[in-house]
């Protein structure tokens, strides 16, 4: 049997039976590719092509005034672009480090340690799993007026960091390390914190990477935050310095380059943190099955 | 520092404060009258009664569009994940991780990034890209309002959430049909499987089952989280003549624009509703069978 292969799934090599595939794959990944490149394009057109007729699709003369021309709207409207920058950074980098700790230490709880109600709490994070957020907005935001946190860069924050999915994920991955060695840690003295952050957390870095890429999806491309909670300009993120942008000089063609070059700068810290982590993405979504 | 509770505390206070509290004030908050400026005086159950009864915009409009985006976009863009995925895993390491990533690209910019790139794309005069091009090709004669009227609004919409549709569940499924155990399929072989067909019946769907469940969740939130998108392609809500307008632009409508609160509350219970409903319905799909 050993001549002898049942299936063609996990191929290690090219083979004539796969053209079919790619005879599918390769026509839709252009399609899907086409939009992405269109934008990439459009973000470097000079004036010159952006009013070209009829409109090309490939950029011709590359420049960077697009993007120069972003900075000097948004100094021109009182708040420096670098501003709108750092809101970002910073609330991204510390929304992701509070996401990974805050769902990361759920999940270690659930998954190994003993106490009542654990199995209802994680029936609970799953039924939360088709919890769609938008649907209470209102309700949420009479709650984070009364807690005084409207225009705290806390809310930028805290409403990203109940991510289901991310304790979900994370709680399955922890699953499969094996109990033995948690109680030989146990044994050397070694408290439940300290487990935790020296042998768990190595142990699922490609889970943490996971979430940790979640949830800076969730805080980079976030505008609701900024939109419905913030009314300090000046705290506000790029993501919502864009949206407004494009809402305000999205329909004129001079916009649309300043669009184009503000939607590339958006979308491309999503898309490089993909590439660099993908292996570790693959690694944890083979345990994400619901049971 | 040992005990559960450091553990446990931190991620489930946030959960109270963020979706269980909303989730029960959004039911509380439904049997209102609430303006955001007076205090909330109870009506009952008349919010509901107007939604069915006065509210022609969301039983003309509203439900019917959510019901068809939702069906059409939900179910296929699922579909296509998995064969996508199926499919993947059938052709080598190194091109299947590029095409992987090329699928997956598209949903990292859902939401305000990418509406920009469309609103350029199906612009509405002769220079929009998708209009000078139909016209060069002399398929149309006079450039289309593609993102203003009724009757394309849809169904740009549907294309631009199928689009950007491969997320996490994909990924899941990728990830689940690599994972299968080859000598399933060899043993069935010897007993008897012939064709592709009956490999996916038998094999691999029943295999990756639980990442079944998983992508199928997220497709069906990631349908309803994509609920804006008809306001961000037309640049207002309500959208032209409500072709666009689902069940979230409707919340948003009547909470922010009109700030009636409380109305808005039932229509968010009625979504909550609804997005369970549909899960549930899935669970009893897909789920395993106890």
Do not use: C
Request: proline share 5%.
């Amino acid at each position: 049997m050993a001549s002898y292969q049942g299936t063609k799934i996990n191929p290690t090599n090219f083979h004539p039976s796969q053209l079919k595939f790619y005879l599918v794959i390769v026509p839709l990944a252009i399609f899907m590719l086409l939009p992405i490149i269109f934008i990439l394009n459009h973000a470097f057109k000079p004036q010159s092509e952006l009013f070209a007729y009829p409109p090309r699709f490939f950029v011709v003369n590359p420049t960077f005034d697009n993007f120069t021309q972003l900075a000097t709207v948004a100094n021109a409207s009182g708040v420096p672009f670098s501003r709108y920058l750092v809101n970002s950074i910073l609330v991204t980098v510390s929304g992701v480090v509070l996401t990974i700790l805050f769902t990361g230490l759920s999940a270690y709880g659930l998954s190994k340690l003993k106490f009542k109600g654990k199995k209802l709490l994680f029936e609970l994070n799953t039924l939360a799993l088709m919890f769609v957020p938008i649907a209470v907005q209102i309700p949420r935001y009479l709650i984070i007026a009364q807690m005084g946190l409207i225009d705290n860069y806390l809310v930028h924050i805290l409403p990203v960091v109940v991510m289901p999915v991310a304790m979900f994920l994370l709680k399955q991955f922890i699953d499969q390390v094996p109990n033995e060695l948690i109680e030989s840690a146990k044994i050397d003295g070694a408290t439940e914190m300290q487990i935790f952050f020296k042998i768990i957390i190595p142990i699922i870095m490609p889970a943490v990477t996971t979430v940790g890429i979640l949830a800076f999806q969730a805080l980079w491309n976030d505008v609701s935050a900024s939109t419905l909670y913030i009314d300090d300009e000046s705290k506000r993120t790029l993501a919502f310095f864009m949206m407004s942008l494009t809402a305000s000089q999205g329909n004129t063609v001079a916009g649309q380059g300043m669009a184009a070059a503000a939607g590339l700068i958006m979308f491309l810290p999503n898309l490089l943190l993909f590439i660099f982590l993908q292996g570790k993405v693959m690694n944890t979504m083979a345990h994400s099955g619901i049971k | 520092m040992n005990g559960p509770a450091w553990f446990i505390i931190p991620y489930w206070t946030l959960f109270i404060i963020f979706i269980v509290i909303p989730v029960v004030a959004a039911i509380v908050l439904s049997f209102t009258y609430f303006n955001a400026i007076q205090a909330p005086t109870y009506v009952g159950i008349r919010n509901y009664i107007e939604l069915i009864s006065i509210d022609t915009v969301f039983m003309q409009y509203v439900l019917s569009n959510t019901i068809k985006f939702a069906l059409i976009v939900g179910p296929i863009g699922y579909i296509l994940s998995f064969l996508l995925a199926w499919m993947l895993a059938q052709i080598p390491k190194t091109p299947r991780t590029i095409f992987a990533i090329i699928l997956y690209s598209p949903s990292l910019t859902m939401g305000v990034a990418m509406s920009t790139m469309w609103q350029i794309i199906f612009s509405g005069d002769a220079s929009g890209y998708l209009n000078s091009m139909l016209l060069n090709w002399g398929l149309i004669l006079e450039p289309i309002q593609f993102l203003q009227s009724p009757e394309y609004l849809m169904n740009i919409m549907i294309i631009v959430s199928l689009w950007s549709s491969m997320g996490v569940g994909f990924l899941a499924m990728l990830a689940g049909v690599l994972n299968i155990d080859q000598t399933l399929y060899e043993a069935a072989y010897v007993d008897g499987i012939r064709n592709r067909a009956q490999e996916i019946l038998y094999i691999t769907i029943p295999s990756m089952k639980p990442q079944m469940l998983f992508g199928a969740v997220m497709a069906v939130v990631s349908t309803f989280q994509a609920g804006g998108i008809g306001v961000q392609l037309s640049g207002s809500n309500p959208t032209p003549q409500y072709a666009g307008q689902l069940i979230v632009n409707h919340i948003e409508d009547f909470g922010f624009i009109r700030y009636m609160m409380g109305y808005a509350a039932s229509i968010s219970v009625v979504l909550l509703i609804l997005v369970y409903a549909i899960s549930k319905v899935t669970f009893n799909l897909l789920g395993e069978k106890e």
